[in-house]
């Protein structure tokens, strides 16, 4: 198991961290720079494109198992892998999350180029999460009415796809919690279930990887920006791995259902309070702005790096209690853990709401002072006002 982790891992980590400044090089004349703008605070055009790198890193270990290479024995690493994918089941669900996020990424990178209209997004996000769930990625939430599991499952591809792009507002944060969400996903699957899905292990590995060779370049002060074709394509692979690896019949008792909850809390809390603040405001909720979980750290006065460290942290620690969900042995306790990451969130919710009343109540200098307006200066990345941000 060592050996499969470790070159998985690396394999796509090398891929990533090596493609990444080709990409950045490239970046103008593709067209992928993200330009100042009203809405935007960095200062300065900066290269986007960064998911074609992650794409690249997830791209090559597929390529390398299609082709059953046996380069330093991955054959013999890759056994358990290749053995599941002779399940015709499992290897349609994968089949379908792989035509699904290739789909994806180039709408994400269509936006990035030409800046599509939100609404033709989600029509296509719509029709991707609608066509990959009756492929067979259905979390069936235990209800004898397949139509429940369909309809859960679709707003679940959705809501976690727009979160991950609501959450790429700041350097090495998208990525960051892509890579946490990832591997602890990993060790709930090989270390936590009776009988691993290899392939989502697999899958989520080279994710892991690959957004670990970017963060190379992609952490604070960035060269390089992911755009919506990353941050669509790790949203999206999040939501149906998940899904292929909770919801697999061997995954252990039924109270397991929330662990993706857990581990992704962080992001669905970012996009439920960014759609109530825009909704409250009376705006739409497709216009980017500064209201993210993020902004509002850097508005109580953290620096942006603190503000990522901090986020990247609470996901740690709710994916910690996923974890936990596959120790506990009942609904009772499973119910506690979702307790605390609620209360855990609230808390966040409550010192975030006061210090921005608390802000917003001082004289200007004061707040100046305090690092109230701090976001005039920093280095974020940044999407076109139209974005769904």
Not at 305 to 318: D, F, K, Q
Not at 366 to 384: L, Y
């Amino acid at each position: 198991m060592l050996s499969f982790v470790t070159v998985t891992f690396l394999m796509a980590f090398a891929t990533s961290v090596l493609a990444t400044p080709v990409i950045r090089r490239l970046a103008p004349a593709l067209g992928l720079v993200d330009q100042p703008g009203h809405r935007k605070v960095h200062i300065t055009p900066t290269p986007m494109g960064g998911g074609i790198a992650v794409a690249l890193g997830l791209l090559i270990p597929v390529i390398l198992l299609t082709l059953g290479l046996s380069v330093g024995g991955l054959t013999r690493v890759w056994e358990p892998v290749t053995a599941a994918f002779s399940d015709s089941e499992q290897r349609m669900q994968m089949l379908a999350v792989l035509a699904g996020g290739s789909i994806l990424f180039l709408v994400g990178l269509a936006d990035d180029r030409w800046n599509l209209s939100w609404k033709m997004r989600l029509g296509l996000q719509v029709a991707v999460a609608a066509g990959v769930t009756l492929a067979g990625v259905r979390a069936t939430v235990f209800v004898a009415q397949p139509w429940i599991g369909f309809a859960v499952t679709v707003l679940w591809i959705l809501i976690l796809t727009n979160a991950l792009n609501f959450l790429d507002n700041m350097d090495g944060l998208s990525a960051g919690i892509g890579v946490i969400a990832s591997l602890m996903s990993v060790g709930i699957l090989l270390l936590m279930v009776r009988q691993p899905h290899w392939m989502v292990a697999f899958a989520l590995l080279t994710l892991g990887g690959s957004l670990s060779g970017f963060l190379v370049w992609n952490r604070p002060p960035a060269s390089i920006f992911m755009g919506d074709c990353g941050s669509n394509l790790i949203g999206f692979l999040l939501a149906t791995l998940t899904v292929c690896g909770t919801f697999y019949e061997h995954s252990g008792s039924r109270h397991v259902i929330l662990a993706p909850l857990c581990i992704l809390a962080v992001p669905l809390y970012d996009f439920v309070s960014v759609i109530l603040i825009r909704l409250k405001e009376g705006r739409s909720p497709f216009h980017g702005d500064k209201s993210h979980f993020s902004h509002r750290l850097v508005e109580l006065g953290l620096r942006p790096a603190h503000a990522v460290l901090t986020i990247h942290l609470a996901t740690l620690m709710t994916g910690l209690g996923a974890l936990l969900l596959y120790k506990v042995q009942d609904w009772t306790g499973a119910c506690l853990i979702l307790a605390l990451i609620c209360c855990v969130l609230c808390v966040v919710a409550i010192l975030e709401t006061v210090g921005r009343r608390s802000l917003s109540a001082r004289p200007a200098e004061q707040r100046a002072a305090a690092g109230g307006e701090a976001s005039d200066t920093i280095q974020v990345e940044s999407v076109p006002v139209n974005s769904a941000v």
